[in-house]
Structures are given as structure tokens and as C-alpha cells.
């Protein structure tokens, strides 16, 4: 059944970073693809433009939860500038790899994430550029 998936997305998947819900979140975003049906909620908080602490969850396959797990790692610890560059790719390379017709999975966690630091600004009145 996991064949198709390496060992790093196996373990994502298995235990994933960071998953749950945050009560005193900074920034909440979410983002759902209607063709496949997964939906994610990620959750930040922030010190000083940092992202301290970081949570999602999720609804979806063993690749969405493998993202998702996965871009909280990348944003945990960055500079708000630093997790808005984080893409698609950086994700799947950071996971040995995703099969094709699961790439799309990567697209939900930074959508997310962008969609919790756009309301972590706006909520400081700010708006990034």
C-alpha cells in the first residue's frame, strides 16, 4: 500500500510534527482542494516576526498529512520572510519525493501557512508585499 511513498513521508505519516489545534494562535489559515477533498488548518505563533510554535490539522490522505507534518518543520524557527518563501518543492524535496499524482498534497501546506501569516499581519494591521 505505501510502496509508492518514501521513508520519510512514511514516517510523516505515521508520526506526524506539530499536530493539533492551537488555543492562543497569532495567525490561522486554511485551505481545502475540492477535487481530492483534503482540508488543512495551520495554526502559528509568533515572537519578534519568528515562528515559535507551529500546529496544523488535517483532513486527508497519507500525502496531505506527510506535507503538512512536514512544512511545520520548515516554518518552525524561521523569520516570517523566510517561511513565506518556503514552496511546493521544498516540501516534496524535504520528503524524498512525493508520486506524481500526489504532488498537488504539497500545494495545501503552503497555501495554509501563507493563509496564517497573511492573518497573523492583518490582525497587526500589516499587509505583506
Not at 515562528?51 to 498529512?65: P, Q, R
Request: net charge negative.
Amino acid at each position: 500500500m505505501y510502496a509508492e511513498y518514501s521513508d520519510k513521508v512514511i514516517e510523516h505519516f505515521m508520526s506526524p510534527q506539530n499536530v493539533g489545534s492551537m488555543v492562543d494562535y497569532d495567525g490561522k489559515g486554511e485551505y481545502g482542494d475540492t477535487r481530492c477533498g483534503d482540508s488543512l488548518t495551520i495554526y502559528i505563533k509568533v515572537d519578534d516576526g519568528v515562528i515559535e510554535d507551529i500546529s496544523f490539522l488535517i483532513f486527508g490522505c497519507t500525502a496531505s498529512i506527510a506535507t503538512s507534518s512536514m512544512i511545520t518543520s520548515l516554518a518552525k524557527g524561521k523569520s516570517i520572510e523566510e517561511a513565506l518563501q518556503i514552496k511546493e518543492r521544498d516540501i516534496i524535496d524535504a520528503l524524498d519525493g512525493l508520486p506524481k499524482n500526489k504532488i498537488h498534497c504539497s500545494v495545501l501546506g503552503v497555501k495554509a501557512l501563507r493563509n496564517a501569516i497573511d492573518d497573523y499581519l492583518n490582525k497587526r494591521g500589516e499587509h505583506r508585499l
